[in-house]
């Protein structure tokens, strides 16, 4: 229907980045076009003819992010963030993209061989280029799918334990806690999640991030 193509439009709007205004939304030949450039970026497949912008139909935006490879969608997640500006008081470092990128190399120092755990620190604040009430909730809601369930559990845990320096957690969080194996991986990711916030601090890009979890399968961090 018309409105849930809206919906859908406003969704990867934000998603890629764009300021939304009611009547100012990116057509959907923009938006097709721009899902297919980044797949294309980072999957190596220029050979997948693009759709036919003329054409409407209604589902051509779910049907093609159901073809998005996971590190496309983590780039997706990962680009709006560089226009977030974060409160100086508790991120001096700057946008939160800069704060992912350095927590990710924290995270890399650590962990260089732990996809699911580098995947948490690195995506951990995608829900602040998505929404600013729930950004944790916003973050598990997108990925979704798109990474295992370790991981998420991870990203939908990552501020307990800042909360819980000022107010005790509830029972339930508390027996979710004891009961949970990545207990320990959460109390690391909160550690480097606080540490990542240094001014100046040397980081790379989100491509090199993503090429360096692709490299995993290799094994590449052995030679470093």
Do not use: C
Not at 141 to 168: C, F, N, Q, Y
Request: aromatic share 6%; net charge negative; hydrophobic share 35%.
């Amino acid at each position: 229907s018309a409105s849930e193509l809206y919906l859908a439009k406003r969704k990867a709007a934000a998603v890629l980045g764009h300021r939304i205004r009611q009547g100012d939304l990116p057509s959907d030949s923009e938006v097709r076009e721009r899902l297919i450039a980044l797949n294309r970026s980072t999957t190596g497949n220029f050979d997948d003819p693009s759709p036919n912008p003329d054409e409407e139909d209604e589902t051509a935006l779910p049907s093609m992010a159901d073809h998005l490879d996971r590190f496309t969608i983590y780039k997706l997640r990962l680009e709006p963030l560089e226009s977030v500006k974060q409160n100086p008081k508790y991120h001096p470092e700057g946008d939160a993209l800069y704060h992912s990128l350095q927590v990710f190399e924290l995270a890399r120092r650590e962990r260089p061989y732990d996809e699911e755990f580098l995947l948490a620190a690195l995506l951990h604040d995608v829900g602040k280029g998505i929404a600013t009430d729930d950004h944790v909730a916003a973050a598990v809601e997108s990925l979704r799918g798109a990474v295992t369930e370790r991981t998420l559990w991870l990203i939908e845990h990552h501020m307990d334990l800042l909360w819980a320096r000022k107010k005790p957690l509830d029972a339930r969080l508390r027996r979710e806690h004891e009961a949970s194996e990545f207990l320990d991986d959460l109390v690391l990711l909160r550690k480097l999640d606080d540490a990542g916030r240094v001014p100046g601090e040397p980081v790379g890009t989100i491509d090199d991030a993503l090429d360096y979890l692709r490299g995993l399968e290799r094994e590449d961090y052995l030679d470093d």
